[in-house]
């Protein structure tokens, strides 16, 4: 059932394939990945006659296996429809055992673009839910190799606002604030600078303190400095 409901995504996605806007979306993306060209309204249409279907026709351990399949898919237009798939999903259907799961996402067909809206909202979203997985999951990615998971570490609360909890966040930024990969230093800033609309003043404080500079230190008092 599965493959066959990707068949015929693959269908509707083929039949509005331009490949003048795939070219182009290829070229933002560094040609990381290939495109179908299908802008974002286009896709949308299609995908939102997809759902539909498929909610009423999957249980909750094929949707996983469907979004997998679509991971595996060339075409970065299967990746987005995965995760706007997910963000579907309500708090109930996000279970424990999600955690590999949201590993394997953030961590294959990486790049900002798929990693910044799962660690924001699907990893966000888990930790809230399950909140004694945080210690072990955050405190395993923010020594990881991967880059990904260090950046997710880092931008996981973005939507958590007062609710932020800021001990954490200064700990891993305190962390990894010497790394010079970009993705890093732009998620310490994002991250606080987010915070910032809650509580302006820790933020100010903090980054004197802690001594970030550059393009963390810019994004992060991008707001106040206007």
């Known amino acids: 059932m ?17 490949d003048i806007e795939a070219e182009g979306m290829s070229r933002y993306m560094k040609y990381r990945f290939a495109y179908y060209g299908i802008k974002k ?8 006659e997809w759902f539909s279907r498929i909610q009423k026709e ?27 798939f997910i963000s579907k999903w309500k708090d109930k259907e996000i279970s424990l055992a999600d955690s590999n799961f949201i590993e ?21 979203r888990y930790l809230r839910l399950f909140p004694n997985q945080r210690d072990s999951v955050i405190n395993s990615w923010r020594k ?9 570490c880092l931008i996981f609360q973005l939507r958590y606002k007062s609710t932020t909890n800021f001990t954490l966040l200064k700990s891993l930024i305190i962390d990894l604030k ?26 100010k404080e903090f980054v004197e303190e802690s001594g970030i500079l550059g393009l963390a230190k810019r994004e992060a008092l991008k707001h106040q400095l206007r």
């Open 41 to 48: 309204p286009k896709r949308y249409l299609i995908q939102k």
């Open 144 to 152: 990881s190799d991967n880059m990904w998971l260090r950046r997710s």
């Open 178 to 203: 010497h790394e010079k990969e970009f993705f890093i230093q732009k998620a310490i800033g994002w991250s606080l600078r987010e915070y910032a609309k809650t509580n302006p003043k820790s933020v």
């Open 104 to 124: 394997f996402l953030l961590t294959n067909h990486s790049w900002w673009d798929s990693v910044d809206t799962l660690a924001s909202n699907f990893l966000g």
């Open 58 to 84: 999957l249980s909750q351990e094929n949707k996983r296996e469907l979004v997998l399949e679509l991971w595996q898919k060339e075409q970065r237009e299967f990746h987005y429809i995965a995760i706007d």
């Open 2 to 18: 599965i493959l066959q409901l990707i068949q015929e995504l693959e269908t509707a996605l083929e039949r509005n394939r331009n």
